[in-house]
């Protein structure tokens, strides 16, 4: 059973800096995609980035040159570099990870969340 518990969110002033992270409890070699999800208050959980075992990485509109999703093998660790931030990055951040085995996993595997607050 694959577990995944993100750490690191709290508050954010208007155009600084925040790392959230997410350790799984596998190896993420094992995972072939991992993803960042966001839920804001009212909203519909959205996809925020992803990125594939080889490096690949994508992201959403709203985030592209601001935020960085990356992963460490040797810690079993997702990252994501959240650069100037702005009101509208807040919400819950939710982990995501393909199931071993899977490709795209339509379901995954997912962390408990953690709250992310950019307000001045």
């Known amino acids: 059973q694959v577990q995944l518990v993100e750490s690191g969110g709290g508050l954010a002033q208007p155009g600084g800096s925040l790392r959230i992270s997410c350790v799984a409890s596998?190896?993420?070699?094992?995972?072939?995609?991992m993803y960042w999800y966001r839920q804001a208050p009212g909203n519909q959980r959205e996809l925020v980035a992803n990125?594939?075992?080889?490096?690949?990485?994508t992201y959403a509109d709203s985030v592209k040159v601001r935020f960085s999703i990356s992963r460490d093998s040797a810690k079993n660790t997702l990252y994501l570099q959240m650069n100037d931030v702005r009101p509208e990055d807040t919400g819950v951040y939710y982990c995501?990870?393909?199931?071993?085995?899977?490709?795209?996993?339509?379901?995954?595997?997912w962390g408990q969340g953690i709250q992310v607050t950019v307000s001045s």
């Open positions: 596998v190896s993420i070699r094992s995972l072939y995609v």
């Open positions: 995501n990870a393909d199931r071993p085995g899977w490709g795209w996993d339509p379901i995954g595997v």
């Open positions: 990125i594939i075992r080889d490096g690949r990485t």
